[in-house]
Every structure is written in structure tokens, then in C-alpha cells.
């Protein structure tokens, strides 16, 4: 392993090379992420390609199609059918709960869905997301930019292939300050009905989904509590802190939080029977990930693998569509995550461990 | 902080240095622990030093002798009162449940007690250790060398300065493999009777109470599960995960974990609303900590501090003894903890948040 790393990064394990085309696609909502952090690197990818933005504002719109040379519409151009000749797929960024309609108008116009996480503000909603793309034939990816981060794919590799054991416990933490730098306190994100939940939702689901991802495992029960002492979050959680029972051959536990506000950290740790992999930097959009990895036979340390694992993200979802190939992310494992997040505020408000 | 760190770890905060004579301590029970740390720890500092060592086992008695240079007692001696003019204070450092006992005697005798932690292998028993001590009107430490580890302490000073803000979390884990490198399997760590717990009441105990220390909030609520996948832990846990509310102004949660079994490790992390601070090697006897402390100000990684903590811990035992110096780990200390290794139990049975 050791010494194959650093080469292993650079590998794409997944591109057979066989896209002939871009695929095109229309991004639903363009918040400060789509437009900062999902468009670039759409634009920066080889197999997908910006070419439709949807947005409520028109200098927005005006805004987007200057700089990325795409034909922005309203959502109800969107919605009618303006442009479906323009664009093969959709990007759905908007709040969670709009998720679902629009979802459902790209099912309606035959076109495949990459939705943010998580996939809806409730369970029922998310399951009828995944029901309008089956029914109608389309490709769905769950937006999880950590599962086609390069370095995080070969951590994956590495402890599937014993590097650290059998995995024992994980600890993951993502503290993003959303009020923090001249964040609006009238966004989305803090409005319950349109969120689902707060910390929980926007960035806990980060270290719970990538610790699945990377271990193999699902969650078999949670506990978990959460608590907003800042009343600007009294709508939803501020800070949330999970504790997962995976399944398994023996079962193993993580141990994961999330915050709204205090210092911006990201990190995840897997220990495991015979070893220990630690990345910071963990979550943070196109960061260098810094892996520390312990075992008997020494210490591995690595960063500036350089890699934007956005750019792969779009690029994995394009490359699936165009050769139909599987999505690793699919409808089925944003669901899981739904129902573990659901469960976790179950237990949050009763106090009490709650069965997957 | 930055620029006074590295001088502050080196003086003891504590220390008056009006101490005349060496208090002479006999250690009852000397395990592996007792005789490869903690008597060479006496002998090495300057407060405190070994006079007298209580063994039921005649090699141990006569190695002991001579290595140390101690009067040796077997547990009939001891309680008899033989050899009391040879040592002013007693280190108890036999299996958990056996503590009150030793304890009571050193109290009849007249003389102080530094007692291995946890305390007893009861919430009960502890209290009657306590009570034992305070009856007699003899000193009572419980020996928790992290709360003596001069890293800890310079760490406890920035946080009590708002170095990192208000604490929002803590994480600890302190895996400990007790059957690697030819741990005996009948030893009593594995004996529900006599340690009260597993991985838990031995290791668990410590990311718990420095966190506390650290912080200098007490545990409100335990949320907690435990696991024991192998039948060599069929009367303990192999594995615990604790989730603790702690008080405080808005309170705060630390999720900290400890293994019988997995690749050794030992870690704290406390995150702020304005800093974070992570410890590798933070449990380990010894050990040099590796500090890394991340503001706004910048990132500040310091090691090779190069105290012994448990150096320390005895020396202010015996500084406490001899100028009459409050002892801040004290019996009232351990009942903290005692009753949350209570609380966890019996939230790992119920899969309920259990208050104290």
C-alpha cells in the first residue's frame, strides 16, 4: 500500500474513457454553492458541461449566463419546458424541500437527476423523489462530492483490503459557522420546513454518509442529541452529536457531530483492529486531504494529492449517464441516510436509542 | 499564549517547594503497572519516594526489595500494621474492587491515600472509601496523572483564558489492547467482580476525566453503548462509546470512546467556538504529547515537552501531604466519575440518556 498510494490517488477507478459527448446540464437553484463551488467545476470537467441555469433572481441569471455562457431561465421556463432540447441531465441545488418538484419536472421531461443531500426534508418525500426517477426511466445520484474524492476512494480501497482491519470505531466532525463571514441569517438553511433540520442535515450527514462509504457498512441504530443554545437557530439543530451502530461481522460505532457555529473543522477517523486513518481537512469543498495513516508497520503521511473532488463528482455522475454505468450514490443510499436522520431526531427528542 | 507556551509546560504551577523531607509511600498491589511506572515515578521524583511495597506474591516481595530498595510486606502484614513507622502515605494500586479495603487500612493507621482510579468498583464502595478517609482525617488523592501532566495543565490555563473560545465538544479514545503482547487472559481488567467494568473503568475513564479537568465542567447526562464481540470480554465491555452532556453556560457534549482490544490509541480533541486543540499519544504513560492548536491567529504544534506526568503525579501527592496544598483530583473527584461509569452501565442496558 505504501507505496502505491500516491499514484493510486491520481487514478480515476472508475473512467473507462468512454464518453464521446459532454453531457449537458441544467442547474436548478443557484445559491452561493451551485455558483461557487458545482458550476466551476462542471465547467472544469471533461465529461459534463454546464449548459441551463435556473433561477428565481434575474440578475442571477444574467449573472450566470455572462460568466459561464449557459441559457438561464425562471423556474416556471424550467418547469414549462423551455430549453429540455439544451440539456441531457439536472443538478438540483435548491433548498431540501424543493428537491422533490423539482426532481419531478426533470423526470417529467426525460432528463436524469443529480440531486444535493440530503435528498429531501423528510423520508416520504425523499421515497418519492426515488419513485419519479425509477418510474420515469432516469438516472438519480445523490450528490455526494466525498464519494468520488479521490483520496477518500483510495481509503475506501485500503481498508477493504484489510489496511487497518476489521473497523472498530470512527469519530467525524463537521463545524461549518453558516452565520459566520456575513452569512444570511435569513437563509434556508436555518428554516425548518425548507431544511428539514440544521446542522444534522446540511453537514452531519457528511461524516456519517463518507464513514458508510468508506467502511461498507450501514447504520443498524442511533443515538443521538442535539441543542441550540443560539437563538438564531431555534428553528434547527445548532449543534447535533450522533453515535451510529454500523452492521457487520462484530458491528462497530461512530461517533459523529455537526455545529452551525464555532471554529470551521472537518475531520474523520477510522480505527480500526490493526491500524488508524485520520484526514483532516475532511469535508471542506476541493481542500487538500491530510491523511495520516498508523499501522504496525509505520506512519503514512500524505497531502497535496490535488484533486478537486467536485470536478470528479459531476464527472462521475456524467460519465454514468453517458455510459450506464452504476452510480455508487444512487436514489437507494440517499435514502438510507433519510431514514438515519429521521431516526436521529427521533432519538434526539425522545433520549432514546432508535433501530434502523 | 503563543510565545509563552513552550517555558509554561516546563514549571510545575504547583509546586511551592516547601517540602523538608521526602513523603515515604508504600504501594499496595504491584501489578505490572505499579512496578514498571509508578515505583520507578516515586523513586524518580523529588517529594515522594518509595519505602515500603505490600505483594501477596514472595518473588515479587524479594525483586521489589531489592530493586527499590523497600521493606517488602505481605497483605497480612500490612493489615497488622506491620512496618507503619516506614512510610507517612499509601499508593493503592490493586484491582478495583479491592481498593476500599486497603484504603480503610491505611486510614486506621493514620496514613494518606493516593488510590489507582477509578476509585472502587462501586458507586457505593467508593463513597466508603471516601467516607473512610474523611472519618480518619487522612489525605485522599485519586490518582489521575493526566490531571498532573504538565501539557494538560498548560492546555487547561489557555482554555480557562478563552484560548479556543467556549467549549462546544470534546472527542477522546483510548484504545488499549489488555491481551496484546501477551497480556495474561486471567487477569482481573477482565473480571466483571473485580474491576466493576472493562474498557470502560480502565481506560474509558481517562479521555473523561481530562476532558473534564480540561474544560472544568462536571457530566449532566450519559447516553452510551457497549460491546463485547469477543468471548475473551464475556464479563466486561471489550468496547464502550459515551456520549456526555456536560453543564455550563450552554453546555457542551464530549463523544469519547475506549477498546480492550484494536490498534493502540490514545487522542483528545476539544473543539471550540474559536480554536480547536487535538492531543495524540494523550493518554499513554509517559509519552511525549503532540499538541496541535489551531485559532484564527494561526496554528501552533508543539512536542517533545519531555515531562513525565506520573513523575509529577506523586511528587504533588507528597507536596499536597507535606505543606497541607489542596489536592484537586480528590475522593470528591472520583465519586464524579464513579457515578458517571454508573450512569453509562446502566444506559448501555437500556439504551436510555441517563441523568446524574
Excluded at 459532454?22 to 451551485?34: D, E, F, K, L, M
Excluded at 468520488?148 to 481498508?159: A, C, G, N, Q, S
Excluded at 443560539?230 to 452529536?241: G, M, S, Y
Aim: with cysteine; aromatic share 8%.
Amino acid at each position: 500500500m505504501f507505496d502505491s498510494t500516491l499514484s493510486a490517488i491520481g487514478e480515476r477507478d472508475w473512467d473507462t474513457g468512454a464518453v464521446d459527448e459532454p453531457v449537458r446540464i441544467a442547474t436548478v437553484g443557484c445559491g452561493n454553492y451551485a455558483r461557487s463551488v458545482s458550476l466551476p467545476a462542471m465547467a472544469a470537467g471533461a465529461y459534463a458541461t454546464p449548459t441551463v441555469a435556473v433561477s428565481g433572481d434575474p440578475d442571477t441569471r444574467a449573472t450566470l449566463a455572462d460568466e459561464f455562457d449557459v441559457t438561464a431561465l425562471d423556474y416556471d421556463g424550467y418547469e414549462a419546458g423551455a430549453a429540455t432540447d439544451d440539456y441531457d441531465a439536472v443538478y438540483v441545488a435548491t433548498p431540501n424541500r424543493l428537491h422533490l418538484p423539482h426532481a419531478e419536472t426533470a423526470a417529467r421531461h426525460g432528463k436524469h437527476v443529480i440531486c444535493e443531500k440530503p435528498l429531501e426534508a423528510t423520508v416520504e418525500r425523499a421515497e418519492r423523489l426515488v419513485a419519479a426517477c425509477d418510474d420515469a426511466g432516469v438516472r438519480l445520484m445523490t450528490a455526494y462530492r466525498m464519494q468520488t474524492d479521490p483520496v477518500v476512494r483510495r481509503l475506501r480501497e485500503f481498508v477493504a483490503d484489510g489496511g487497518i482491519g476489521a473497523v472498530q470505531r470512527a469519530f467525524g466532525d463537521f463545524t461549518f459557522p453558516v452565520l459566520g463571514g456575513g452569512g444570511d441569517p435569513d437563509q434556508w438553511r436555518l428554516d425548518r420546513e425548507l431544511a428539514g433540520g440544521g446542522a444534522l442535515y446540511d453537514v452531519g450527514v457528511y461524516p456519517i454518509n463518507t464513514a458508510r462509504f468508506v467502511a461498507g457498512d450501514d447504520p443498524a441504530a442511533v443515538s443521538a442529541t442535539t441543542r441550540s443554545p443560539d437563538p438564531a437557530f431555534d428553528e434547527v439543530d445548532q449543534h447535533v452529536d450522533v453515535r451510529v451502530e454500523f452492521g457487520g461481522d462484530d458491528g462497530w460505532v461512530g461517533n459523529f457531530s455537526a455545529s452551525f457555529s464555532g471554529q470551521f473543522n472537518t475531520e474523520l477517523e477510522l480505527l480500526g483492529t490493526d491500524g488508524r486513518i485520520a484526514v483532516r481537512s475532511a469535508f471542506e469543498p476541493g481542500a487538500d486531504r491530510e491523511v495520516t495513516v498508523e499501522t504496525d508497520a509505520g506512519t503514512l503521511e500524505f497531502a497535496g494529492a490535488g484533486a478537486d473532488e467536485t470536478v470528479a463528482e459531476f464527472d462521475y455522475f456524467a460519465h454514468a449517464v453517458a455510459t450506464g454505468a452504476a452510480v455508487e450514490p444512487d436514489g437507494a443510499d440517499g435514502l438510507v441516510d433519510m431514514r438515519t436522520l429521521a431516526a436521529v431526531q427521533e432519538s434526539a427528542a425522545s433520549g432514546q436509542r432508535v433501530e434502523l
